[in-house]
């Protein structure tokens, strides 16, 4: 992950490349990759779904500054914030693009939209990694891992029957590993620095309190 940041990420214009260099002059052909220009979709561009993967991969390491940065760079939002932002994305900037262009003259330019699942894997990467909602069968896992400099989390979460209000503290700016719970104001006992609560059916309120000081990971 260490090199992957180092040699694929691109703050401006805000890519995550799926390799790099392109292939254009090998002599080797790879495939049907090599029909795209140097830089344009999976020849080098940004291949959302890998990206979004990535978010996963530093949340399943504890890394949730890595993970938050990773996000919101992807985030298309974030690739409109400005007039000249806009002018460079091109596409919807509430939709997630499934492949952003590296090579200069379109260097940021969003390409297929609307088709793609990565949007669905922006979700589970928020969901899952961020936030570190997963379901179990008839329980639901919690297990966050987001950046230390967020107060707290929220999320609505209705399963079948069950809807669950979920607040996520963060007091002491460690970002993962669940140290204390209540449902209803009952206590809960979290496990190896996660927490499983039944899909009993009905509305409750479930808050969470991450441990005040580093804990180790478990996946």
């Known amino acids: 992950m260490t090199s992957m940041t180092e040699h694929l990420i691109r703050p ?10 392109p292939f254009d002059t090998s002599r080797h052909d790879p495939g049907y990759i090599k029909g795209y220009p140097p830089g344009l979709r999976e020849n080098g561009g940004q291949y959302t ?10 949340a ?16 298309p939002i974030n690739h409109t914030l400005t007039p000249a932002d806009a002018a460079r994305y091109k596409v919807e900037p509430y939709v997630v693009a499934a492949d952003v262009y590296a090579s200069t003259p ?10 793609t699942g990565s949007a669905a894997w922006m979700y589970r990467a928020g969901i899952e ?19 230390k400099a967020w107060p707290r989390m ?12 979920i607040t996520i503290d963060n007091p002491g700016r460690t970002g993962h590993g669940v140290a204390a719970a209540t449902l209803d104001d009952a206590p809960l006992r979290p496990a190896d620095g996660r927490l499983t609560v039944r899909l009993s059916g009905g509305s409750h309120r479930l808050v969470v309190t991450l441990s005040p000081s580093p804990s180790p990971l478990v996946l």
């Open 106 to 115: 379109h260097a940021g330019r969003g390409g297929w939209t609307w088709y």
């Open 154 to 165: 929220s999320a609505t979460v209705r399963i079948g029957s069950t809807r669950l209000a």
């Open 12 to 21: 401006d214009p805000g890519l995550a490349l799926l390799f790099a260099p």
């Open 129 to 147: 990694g961020l936030l570190g909602l997963t379901r179990a069968g008839e329980d639901l896992v919690l297990n966050p891992c987001f950046p």
């Open 60 to 75: 399943r390491m504890g890394d949730g500054d890595a993970a938050g940065r990773l996000f919101a760079m992807l985030n």
């Open 49 to 58: 779904h890998a990206a979004m993967w990535a978010i996963l991969a530093h």
